[in-house]
């Protein structure tokens, strides 16, 4: 898992579900990668799981960023966007 932006209103964090802690052995069935994102909107606190052609969508978004670097308005904007997909209830586990 890996922060990618945390504000008042949103965390977005990119999750490499399968990936291997050093000491974790590997498993013994392969398992289906389901690479994503997850972005929570602290607002109303909901979040949603990109992954599939949602996360490459967002993935495209963020190369995008990376050439022409966005102001925080923008980046809560798209966000704002996603928020909408947002049904699940933030939940500790």
Avoid: C
Wanted: net charge negative; glycine share 6%.
């Amino acid at each position: 898992m890996h922060m990618l932006y945390d504000s008042e209103s949103f965390v977005v964090v990119q999750i490499h579900a399968n990936a291997l802690e050093d000491s974790a052995p590997a498993p013994a069935i392969p398992q289906l990668a389901r690479n994503g994102f997850e972005i929570v909107d602290k607002r109303s606190g909901k979040e949603v799981y990109l992954d599939g052609s949602w996360a490459e969508m967002f993935q495209q978004r963020l190369s995008a960023w990376a050439q022409n670097t966005p102001t925080q308005q923008e980046i809560e904007d798209t966000l704002e966007g996603y928020s909408g997909l947002a049904n699940t209830p933030i939940s500790l586990h």
